[in-house]
């Protein structure tokens, strides 16, 4: 199939420089497994789970199968004031993969409704319990938490940030960035150690300045996924965890690249054995085959919210979407859990993501502009220097050069990141691997 059979005039890209890309589109057709088809019939490797989704790899039968019997059974039932069997189902399967108390699921369709439906909850909970004063919400700088205005205004990521800060929420702080280039410049499956306390900055200036009693909540990705991997501080999430209940703050881990087995466990709160209040998620839990997303929210907060004096009638929570709990989206997501357990997908992710490490470590050290490596779970990244005055344009290059040559990374501002599915072989792991390598020398 050439690129003229397509009309390119009506669909505006997401997150991608359109002009270029109209130039010398990217287009897929297919994808099985590890790998996608593009339209003029070439193979490209999957080195991204597709914007970090496709955990048990392309077109996995059970998945497809689940997803074909449901429309067949039920297609679509009206989320509010009536539910349907598979969201029930979904929920309960949720609640017993996250940790601690977080057992009750708010579904939703995306990461970014996730997030703002979590920054809801936090003040909806304060003010069923009579602190309605707590409004004020701490992200991190580099956070990411999608496009909606609550987390874009929680976000940390400038480009995101810049065009819109006009209408960001009103009370909104950050916390400082965890990424030290000199001591922890390279990193290996292991968590960076500071010098300082950087979380002293929490205690010592942010919460004074706008009083702890007036914080609803702080939330963090446990590990900064679209900021280009960047790996929390020895400690820090406990310590984070211990601030917040010393002060009745809630702690809210976005867990939309951590969660269901990126680091090798169900999600970035076990494998750093922090419990949050609010958990929220959306990629991999349908396989990226259907858009589903949703908070895990701890016991304490659904009980608060329902014990209220309104009469029973009257809704508790004044919050949903149409397509909450999407029957066909919550039988995707039972057949990926069930896929993903099945093939113990969770443990290979965190196997084969020490190969990955090894692999980016022994191969990226010491090429041309390389200044950081990072790795943990099935994910890892290299950071280049950016070129004078045109930051992210190495990257971009060579994400580019990388496609053309059948390797799907992700740029991230000059940090080039790989984070395949689970199912991922150490020859698809050398393939991206030495493609990204000799694109990397080729645009020194
Ligand atoms: C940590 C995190 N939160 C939220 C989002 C937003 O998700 P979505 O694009 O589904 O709205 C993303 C997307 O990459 C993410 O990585």
Not at 130 to 150: L, N, W
Not at 156 to 175: C, E, M, T
Not at 290 to 296: A, E
Not at 348 to 358: F, H, I, N, S, W
């Amino acid at each position: 199939m050439a690129t003229t059979d397509f009309n390119m005039d009506n669909h505006w890209l997401p997150f991608t420089p359109n002009r270029a890309f109209k130039k010398a589109p990217r287009i897929f057709v297919g994808a099985d497994g590890m790998e996608f088809t593009t339209h003029d019939g070439r193979k490209v490797v999957d080195g991204i789970s597709s914007l970090w989704c496709v955990g048990a790899g392309h077109n996995r039968k059970p998945i497809n199968e689940a997803i074909k019997k449901q429309l067949d059974t039920l297609d679509y039932a009206t989320a509010f004031q009536a539910s349907n069997d598979q969201a029930f189902k979904a929920a309960e399967m949720i609640a017993a993969l996250a940790p601690g108390d977080l057992n009750k699921v708010l579904f939703c369709n995306s990461g970014s409704e996730a997030a703002d439906t979590a920054l809801k909850v936090a003040l909806a909970y304060h003010r069923a319990r009579g602190e309605g004063h707590r409004t004020v919400f701490i992200g991190r700088e580099k956070g990411y938490h999608g496009v909606g205005f609550g987390g874009m205004s929680v976000g940390g990521i400038p480009a995101n940030r810049k065009v819109f800060g006009s209408a960001f929420l009103p009370r909104v702080d950050h916390l400082r960035f965890i990424h030290d280039p000199v001591n922890n410049a390279y990193i290996h499956h292991q968590e960076p150690e500071w010098q300082e306390d950087i979380l002293l900055e929490l205690e010592n200036r942010i919460l004074p300045l706008h009083d702890p009693s007036n914080v609803a909540a702080v939330i963090v990705e446990p590990v900064a996924g679209s900021a280009g991997w960047y790996l929390p501080p020895k400690g820090y999430l406990k310590r984070l965890r211990e601030i917040c209940d010393k002060h009745g703050i809630l702690l809210i881990f976005d867990e939309v690249i951590t969660g269901f087995g990126r680091l090798g466990t169900n999600f970035g709160a076990d494998f750093y054995g922090v419990v949050p209040d609010m958990l929220t998620f959306a990629k991999c839990v349908t396989n990226g085959v259907i858009p589903l997303g949703g908070v895990v929210c701890r016991d304490k907060l659904y009980e608060a919210m329902m014990k209220t004096d309104a009469p029973e009638h009257v809704i508790e929570f004044f919050h949903g979407y149409t397509y909450s709990g999407h029957p066909v989206a919550c039988a995707a997501a039972i057949a990926t859990l069930e896929l993903l357990q099945k093939e113990a997908l969770f443990q290979r992710a965190g196997e084969m993501g020490k190969v990955l490490g090894d692999a980016f470590h022994s191969t990226f050290k010491g090429l041309p502009n390389v200044i950081g490596i990072r790795s943990m779970g099935l994910a890892a990244a290299v950071e280049l220097a950016p070129i004078a005055g045109s930051p992210g344009k190495r990257a971009y290059d060579i994400f580019v050069d990388c496609f053309n040559n059948g390797s799907l990374v992700r740029p991230a501002g000059d940090v080039l990141v790989i984070a395949p599915p689970y199912i991922v072989e150490k020859s698809h792991i050398d393939r991206l691997v030495n493609t990204l390598a000799d694109s990397i020398r080729k645009h020194a």
